[in-house]
């Protein structure tokens, strides 16, 4: 088995166990007023990251937000959501195409074993900067589109992100999966969420002094369920419209 395997002292989750977990979670609109301990969130927040990520660059943050006052203000910038109104906990999740630079050299500093790698330490000091680096204006994204539309023609080639709205979708998807990580692992607390995207972006970016280049994906509502906190039936597309097989 390879030196990096799971330990074993982490048991497998059954699968019986992992549909339960996926089935109970649903958008929860209303919650109980009752605090959730920061200790629950802190190890919801360490599932979280264990997402599977682009280069492993984490291109994440995140901000908890229990202070009323300030949940008091984010109320109306939720468009008075009930979610938003009653949860004790709401969190910010942020992708962050603009950490790169910083995770490739933390990376390199923060190598879990005493020597990094050489093959390691050139892909994040040279490839994940070629890769990641889109230069003033996008200008070096629009070079390497060049590039790669004519090398391309010979040979496959990973073809983006070469653009800053790329580098965003780029922080996005991983992000998304940690969003996912962190509703399954607050669900195994017995906790409820709601993602919201219904926000007044340049408001958010103002309450929460979000930096410049993060993109708030999504604010998560969180705490206990409320009797009536599900709104409606669960309702999914029949798998054959949704799924091909090859
Ligand atoms: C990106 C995203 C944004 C969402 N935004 C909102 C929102 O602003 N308000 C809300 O009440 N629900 C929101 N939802 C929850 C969805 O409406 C909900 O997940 C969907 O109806 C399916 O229901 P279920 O999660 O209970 O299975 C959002 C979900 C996602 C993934």
């Known amino acids: 088995m390879s ?44 599932q979280a990251v264990l997402a599977p990520n682009a280069c492993n660059l984490q291109p994440w943050s995140f901000q908890v937000i229990r202070d009323p006052e300030l949940r008091r ?45 050489e093959k390691i330490r050139d892909f994040y000091q040279r490839t994940a900067p070629f890769q990641y ?16 539309a004519f090398v391309g023609q010979r040979r496959a080639l990973m073809r983006q992100p070469n653009s800053h709205a790329e580098m965003r979708l780029w922080a996005v998807k991983s992000t998304a999966l940690a969003a996912q990580n962190l509703m399954l692992a607050l669900q195994s607390h017995g906790l409820a969420t709601c993602p919201m995207e219904g926000f007044d972006e340049v408001r958010l970016r103002k309450v929460l002094e979000i930096p410049r280049r993060a993109v708030p994906i999504m604010l998560l509502a969180v705490g206990r369920a409320a009797e009536n906190g599900v709104y409606n039936p669960r309702l999914r597309f029949p798998l054959e419209q949704r799924v091909s097989w090859h």
């Open 133 to 148: 680096n889109q230069g003033a204006f996008g200008l070096r994204g629009l070079f390497k589109r060049v590039l790669y």
């Open 73 to 117: 203000r984010l109320v109306p910038v939720c468009l008075g959501q009930n979610a938003a109104r009653t949860a004790p906990v709401l969190i910010a999740v942020l992708a962050r195409p603009d950490t790169w630079r910083e995770s490739c050299a933390a990376i390199i500093e923060q190598w879990p074993e005493p020597q990094v790698p």
């Open 3 to 46: 030196r990096f395997a799971v330990e074993s002292s982490c048991l497998p989750a059954t699968p019986d166990a992992l549909r339960a977990l996926i089935e109970q979670r649903r958008a929860v609109r209303r919650f109980l007023d009752e605090p959730v301990a920061d200790e629950i969130l802190r190890d919801c927040l360490e």
